[in-house]
Structure formats: structure tokens, C-alpha cells
């Protein structure tokens, strides 16, 4: 009797062992027989799932939409967006944008060493002139103010510097801009960074960003020879009372 407990156990244990085996190869070929049914990608997107499961979802900002002359914040509705940005160093070009238009730059080839003026219309809000004046090279001086002085009344006067606008400055030109309401046209230096913005005919309502200067200091200088440059940038109301 005892030899044929044994016999039975053995059996048995082979039986267990043999149902093992089965049960693994029949596993596999299971697993192997979904990943032919379902692609990897259906699998690879059902895992991910699995694990996104408790997770906290992300908040994207949408990007931010850009506004007139590249302003941070949009202007209220019936004003002018104006940007004034002066020169810095010798690639770094002065620019004039008004209502998103740039009406001076390096892109449109009218923008120079010295000082570069827009004029615009205020009432229809569009450009009358643009010129540059030499004033290291030549004395613009004098074709400056005729064509300042040429500007018809309800005129918005921009002016920004590039490279030098300060060696050949004469008097009688710094009386006239001060004059329009320059605060700083006493204070250019040799490659000063200045922006100017004047109405002719009418005055601008208080707290409008009018006039900047940052001059050139060696121990401070951004640029090798040149000062970093300088902006204004702001809205104008269409309507004054």
C-alpha cells in the first residue's frame, strides 16, 4: 500500500507540473496573439492613459497675441499706438513705428546717422514726412528746422537719434525743439540715445511718455563706444477737447 501512495503522489506531481506548463504557454501565446490584434500605438495610448489616471491636468497659457508696434497691452479703443526706439551701437537701428506702421527703420533704407524725424498727421493719423540730418558729418542744423518748420498745425512731431545726433547741433536748433516742449535737447551728448515726441498745434494730455536720453558713459556703455538705447512707447487719443 505504501508503494502505491507513492506511485500516486508522483504522479500527481507530475500532473501539476505538466498543467504549469500549460497554463504559462497558453498565457504567452494569449499575450502574443493581443499584441498581433492591437496595434502599438492603441497599446502604447492605453497605457499612458492608465498612468495619467489621478494625475493633475496641465493648463497651457494661450500665446499672448501681439499688438500695434509690438506694445504689451493693446490701446484703448480711438487712440494712436506709437513706439519710439532710438539707435544703439553700430548695428542696433533706430525706428519709428506709429498706428503698427514702421514709418523709419533699417528695413525701410530712410533711417541714418544723426537726428531722424516723422512727421504725421494727427487728424488723419498719417505720415506727412520722414528725414534724417546729419550732424556729425554735415550741419543739418538749418534743413532741420525748415523741416520741422514746414509742418502743418495738428502735426505729431517724432524724433530719435542714431549714432551721433548732438556735434553739430546748433544753438538755434536746440532753442527751437526746447520750444516744443524738450525738456533733455540742452543735455545731448556725443552719441546720446534720445527720443522725442512733440504736438504741433495742440497739446497732448498729461502722463503720455513725450522724451527720453541715456548718454554715453564708457564705465556703463552697453555697446564698445555707445550707450544702450533708449524707447517711448505709448497711446495718443484721437480726440482731444
Not at 501565446?29 to 492605453?46: F, Q
Not at 558729418?137 to 528746422?145: K, L, Q, R, V
Request: hydrophobic share 35%.
Amino acid at each position: 500500500m505504501a508503494g502505491v501512495s507513492r506511485c500516486l503522489g508522483k504522479r500527481r506531481g507530475a500532473f501539476k507540473a505538466m498543467f504549469f506548463v500549460f497554463a504559462s504557454m497558453c498565457a504567452w501565446y494569449s499575450g502574443y496573439l493581443l499584441a498581433e490584434l492591437i496595434p502599438a500605438a492603441t497599446l502604447s495610448s492605453a497605457v499612458y492613459s492608465l498612468r495619467s489616471v489621478g494625475e493633475k491636468p496641465i493648463l497651457r497659457a494661450p500665446d499672448p497675441k501681439r499688438q500695434k508696434c509690438d506694445h504689451w497691452a493693446s490701446c484703448p479703443p480711438n487712440t494712436y499706438a506709437y513706439r519710439l526706439l532710438s539707435g544703439g551701437g553700430r548695428d542696433k537701428y533706430a525706428k519709428i513705428c506709429f498706428e503698427d506702421e514702421l514709418l523709419l527703420g533699417r528695413r525701410n533704407g530712410n533711417v541714418a546717422r544723426g537726428i531722424n524725424i516723422a512727421i504725421i498727421n494727427y487728424v488723419t493719423g498719417k505720415v506727412t514726412a520722414t528725414q534724417h540730418f546729419d550732424m556729425y558729418g554735415d550741419d543739418g542744423s538749418g534743413p532741420m528746422m525748415e523741416f520741422i518748420q514746414r509742418a502743418s498745425p495738428k502735426s505729431l512731431l517724432f524724433m530719435v537719434t542714431q549714432d551721433d545726433g548732438s556735434t553739430k547741433l546748433q544753438a538755434k536748433a536746440k532753442d527751437a525743439i526746447e520750444a516744443l516742449g524738450s525738456k533733455e535737447i540742452r543735455n545731448l551728448r556725443f552719441r546720446s540715445s534720445w527720443v522725442f515726441l512733440a504736438p504741433i498745434g495742440f497739446e497732448l494730455p498729461p502722463g503720455i511718455q513725450r522724451e527720453k536720453i541715456n548718454h554715453s558713459d564708457n564705465s556703463k556703455n552697453r555697446y564698445s563706444g555707445w550707450p544702450a538705447e533708449v524707447q517711448i512707447e505709448g497711446c495718443i487719443p484721437k480726440e482731444l477737447s
